[in-house]
């Protein structure tokens, strides 16, 4: 490979990433639970490794691995769905403040503008008739999705088994692709992307509920209803960089709106949620995840994007994780290292046109870009 022209060679890795896209956007139903489940047989594989050191069976620990899954998920279930149950039954009083808030913003809209109420309700029942059709349409496609998704939780736990399994198996698969000369390296990537994934998916789950306990919490000491409602979904819904917290607020004031006649309470959960958001950001999260992902918010953008284009809203969630294990490979890789670089964010303080030292790509050169970054690898 060294041996052929740079360009020659650019062009190669080029055509390769458009294959794996290709195939990617082609089997992205087939890829999602699969890569799901690959990530949490890692974040569960502690669990696994400390059952078969107490002598547990092979087969034993696994089932009990799958049986602390499904226990975590069926809990989280429950969860959600009782306080959707209080929110539906609440629903002649969320009808009444809709009405409420609806004729405020008639008479404001009466206020500024010649807008009429005549006219304001003929543009309602209008643009209520468009989304009933969209509703109804919408609807006819429930029972496919439903369908889907069972398959796509059904199949997590079996992909989940098979790979704790067969891990020898897949250990050995990677190591055959490589030199023996380099199966030092492999190891050492391997043993990274694992702790990157574990510290990752790890401090997601404590940030979920760190953050349902706190804005929960905040919000039920101010009295508003469907608190921890609004925690656990701007929770889950933050998981999602950038655009999740965006969605989470929105809904915050949605379900604030529906069961408050007043607009104080809404200032109340944007407050509340700005504070726990700064305090997740800066304090809480850096230290439980620490400095081990290091990707820079136009990738993470991108990568989440392209993540929902491909897959809905799993391919959101998974979208990070599978950057983070790509820029592991990429630095560890002396042929795709500028791949690396460019999803890191070490952000060189002076520009390569005119500092020429950050043209190169040796090891010297990058500890100092980390440096001047601010980052520290001991953390």
């Known amino acids: ?13 080029m055509l390769g990433l458009a294959v794996v896209f290709f195939f990617i956007v082609h089997a992205a139903n087939i890829l999602s639970p699969i890569l799901l489940a690959f990530f949490l047989t890692i974040l569960l594989y502690p669990l696994f490794r400390w059952l078969t050191n107490k002598k547990v069976p092979e087969m034993l620990a696994i089932a009990l691995v799958l049986i602390v899954l499904l226990a975590g998920m069926a809990l989280l279930v429950w969860f959600i769905s009782a306080q959707f149950s209080r929110l539906i039954a609440d629903f002649p009083t969320l009808k009444a403040n809709v009405t409420v808030h609806l004729e405020r913003l008639s008479s ?40 889907a998704l069972l398959i796509f939780f059904g199949l997590v736990p079996i992909y989940i088994f098979l790979l704790l399994f067969y891990r020898n198996l897949l250990l050995r698969f990677v190591f055959l692709w490589y030199k023996e000369s380099e199966h030092e390296r492999v190891r050492e990537t391997v043993q990274e992307m694992q702790t990157i994934i574990k510290s990752y998916l790890g401090g997601l789950l404590i940030q979920i509920g760190y953050i349902t306990i706190l804005l929960g919490g905040i919000l039920m000491l101010f009295g508003i209803k469907h608190a921890l409602l609004i925690g656990v979904l701007f929770a889950i819904l933050n998981l999602i960089p950038y655009i999740g917290a965006l969605i989470g607020n929105l809904i915050g004031v949605l379900l604030t709106l529906t069961s408050s006649d007043q607009l104080g309470p809404i200032l109340t959960v944007l407050i509340a949620i700005a504070a726990v958001q700064f305090l997740d950001n800066n304090i809480l999260m850096p230290k439980i995840v620490g400095s081990k992902i290091r990707i820079n918010a136009l990738t993470s ?63 010297a050169v990058q500890q100092e870009i980390k440096k001047t970054s601010g980052i520290d690898e001991k953390k």
Do not use: C
Not at 4 to 13: A, D, K, Q
């Open 301 to 363: 953008i991108v990568a989440v994007v392209t993540g929902g284009a491909l897959a809905g809203i799993s391919g959101m969630f998974l979208s990070l994780p599978i950057v983070a294990v790509l820029k592991v490979v990429f630095d560890r890789s002396n042929h795709l290292k500028q791949w690396g670089v460019l999803f890191g964010d070490e952000r060189p303080r002076r520009s390569p046109f005119t500092w020429p030292r950050y043209r190169k790509a040796s090891q």
């Open 1 to 13: 490979m060294e041996t052929l022209p740079l360009t020659v060679r650019r062009s190669i890795e």
């Open 108 to 147: 404001w809209i009466n206020s500024k503008t010649d807008f009429s109420t005549e006219r304001q309700l003929q543009l309602l029942n209008q643009q209520s008739e468009k989304l009933v059709n969209f509703a109804s349409g919408y609807l006819g496609g429930i029972a496919s999705s439903l369908t």
